[in-house]
């Protein structure tokens, strides 16, 4: 079974300041890994993605998350935040068979203080 | 111009009326698929098509049909509106499913947001 788990559902950060979103996973296969972003009253755009071909994985916008096997995670950050960078984020999860369905998180949503 | 497409943007209907949704793409993909976006519970599926012959409910498919018009097309049919009903509602698009167990990219529309009274 595939399941996603978004730790928190709200964070804060003022701007030029890191963010941290956190996300842990469980997979029956070796999982792909998806960050994306949610702007207001749009639609959703890939951040970022593993695919096992490096643990370090870099995105659109300055963002990056490391995939962890051992703690099963895929935390999702970014040195200094921009104004720009509030929204809602998803962490996804896909299913290593041949349907190629993703399993949403519950989401995070991300507010940036000036 | 958009690569997937959703209209309408915004509908506002009434219990018990049927709704369709449309969603076209550009990218040449096989594979769509229907969401359903509820607040604090991310995104869920509703239905999705491999090709135009091939159409597989998902997690959530009651009170929804689906018509896979042509490859590039995939709407969504609320036979009989309730109010519990009411989302924001994304199609999707992807070229693969898994290869190499890897699983395809999807990419979204703009959305629609469905109020039912």
């Known amino acids: 079974a595939q399941s996603v788990t978004q730790l928190d559902s709200h964070v804060s950060v003022s701007e030029g300041t890191p963010v941290l979103l956190r996300c842990n996973y469980s997979s029956s296969y070796s999982p792909s890994l998806f960050w994306y972003v949610q702007h207001p009253n749009k639609g959703l755009q890939l951040l970022l993605k593993y695919t096992s071909a490096a643990t370090l994985v870099k995105g659109i916008n300055g963002f990056e998350a490391e995939f962890k096997k051992s703690e099963t995670s895929f935390h999702l950050t970014k040195p200094s935040a921009h104004m720009s960078d509030a929204a809602e984020y998803f962490c996804?999860?896909?299913?290593?068979?041949?349907?190629?369905?993703?399993?949403f998180g519950r989401g995070t949503q991300l507010t940036v203080w000036p | 111009d958009a690569d997937v497409t959703q209209t309408p943007r915004n509908r506002i209907t009434k219990t018990g009326k049927r709704i369709m949704l449309e969603c076209s793409q550009t990218?040449?993909?096989?594979?769509m698929y229907w969401y359903r976006q509820d607040p604090g519970l991310g995104l869920r599926l509703i239905y999705y098509?491999?090709?135009?012959?091939?159409?597989n409910k998902g997690e959530i498919s009651d009170g929804y049909s689906v018509s896979r018009q042509a490859q590039a097309k995939f709407s969504l049919s609320l036979e009989s509106a309730i109010p519990n009903q009411t989302a924001l509602y994304f199609c999707a698009t992807s070229d693969l499913g898994t290869s190499g167990g890897i699983t395809d990219t999807q990419y979204f529309g703009p959305g629609t947001r469905l109020t039912v009274l």
């Open positions: 990218k040449g993909h096989d594979r």
């Open positions: 996804v999860v896909g299913r290593g068979s041949t349907l190629g369905r993703l399993y």
């Open positions: 098509s491999f090709d135009v012959k091939d159409i």
